[in-house]
Nanobody, 126 residues
């Protein structure tokens, strides 16, 4: 059973950093386009970052540029989202996601992804 298990969320003060992790089982993460999404209370889910499985190209939402970094550990089959300079508006539930199909360009559109993690809560507050 293909599964994504997230970890790394928590309560952080503004200006702090977090690294979210998403461990994949039953498939080789390196072959698939991956993405990170978030949903703030009362708002729609938005894509914040993605990483293609062709050429390892990345894409970031404007709100994430310069502060978020997506990566994957091929040896351990884990994807990461490093978030620096956290702001209160970064608060929300963060989800990792994987596209079906091999060797694809990623996107920040949730409907393009088939597999999802359970979500991890990030709260930025002083």
């Amino acid at each position: 059973q293909l599964q994504l298990v997230e970890s790394g969320g928590g309560l952080v003060q503004p200006g702090g950093s977090l690294r979210l992790s998403c461990a994949a089982t039953e498939f080789t993460l390196d072959w698939y386009a991956i993405g990170w999404f978030r949903q703030a209370p009362g708002k729609e889910r938005e894509g914040v970052s993605c990483l293609s499985s062709i050429g390892d190209t990345t894409n970031y939402a404007d709100s994430a540029k310069g502060r978020f970094t997506i990566s994957r550990d091929k040896a351990n089959n884990i994807m990461y989202l490093q978030i620096n300079s956290l702001k209160p508006e970064d608060t929300g539930t963060y989800y990792c996601a994987v596209m079906s199909g091999l060797f694809r360009l990623c996107s920040l559109t949730g409907a393009d992804y088939e597999y999802w993690g359970q979500g991890t809560q990030v709260t930025v507050s002083s």
